[in-house]
């Protein structure tokens, strides 16, 4: 499996940012599929989730401001960031678990994301 995530850059406080990730090298659509970050000296934080049947799931920190979502037919799971804080300053990744896993053991190369005050 290999998965490819784009999308960061560079926002001003109360912005907004929208992830991509692209999943390849497995059938796409039984994977749950979620977002951690990593900021700087931080432990990685799990951001966002979504199962094979779209149930999603959100950090308190995220909730109301972060929408996962993913298109089965485009093999891509999408993270739209809104009301963008400084402490959303991370790097995203992009990971995958298949039905049999109990953990996320597919990841991607990470996109950086930093707000700026």
């Known amino acids: 499996v290999q998965l490819q995530a784009s999308g960061g850059g560079l926002v001003q406080a109360g912005g907004s940012l929208r992830l991509s990730c692209a999943h390849s090298?497995?059938?796409?659509?039984?994977?749950?599929i979620g977002w951690y970050r990593q900021a700087p000296g931080e432990q990685r934080e799990l951001v966002a989730s979504i199962t094979s049947r779209g149930v999603t799931n959100y950090a308190d920190s995220v909730k109301g401001r972060f929408t996962i979502s993913r298109d089965n037919a485009q093999n891509t799971v999408s993270l739209q960031m809104n009301s963008l804080k400084p402490e959303d300053t991370a790097v995203y990744y992009c990971t995958s678990k298949p039905p049999f896993a109990s953990d996320y053991i597919y990841w991607g190369q990470g996109t950086l994301v930093t707000v700026s005050s």
């Open positions: 090298g497995s059938i796409f659509s039984i994977h749950g």
